[in-house]
């Protein structure tokens, strides 16, 4: 599993900054609020988990690692938890 997620990053196109994740639509949707408010332009992302429904909150779309790490600290500035992974 390591080695795919690996390869993952390695040959990635599109990056993002994750915010959170939720499994309640209402508790994401509040996330969504705080960071618009911090003039953010969040989004959320339904998703499967392994126990259901998750609702991701991601802050746009990056070509590259370095601009995704560089808006993270914009975002960390509202979400102290919030990280760079691929989109």
Avoid: C, I
Avoid at 8 to 36: C, D, I, M, P
């Amino acid at each position: 599993e390591l080695a795919m997620r690996s390869s993952r990053r390695v040959n990635a196109t599109a990056w993002t900054v994750q915010a959170g994740a939720f499994g309640s639509e209402a508790r994401a949707a509040e996330l969504v609020k705080k960071l618009r408010a911090g003039g953010l332009s969040p989004d959320v992302k339904p998703v499967l988990g392994k126990s259901g429904p998750l609702f991701v909150v991601v802050v746009n779309r990056y070509r590259t690692y370095q601009h995704a790490a560089q808006a993270l600290n914009s975002v960390k500035m509202h979400q102290a938890d919030a990280f760079v992974t691929v989109r």
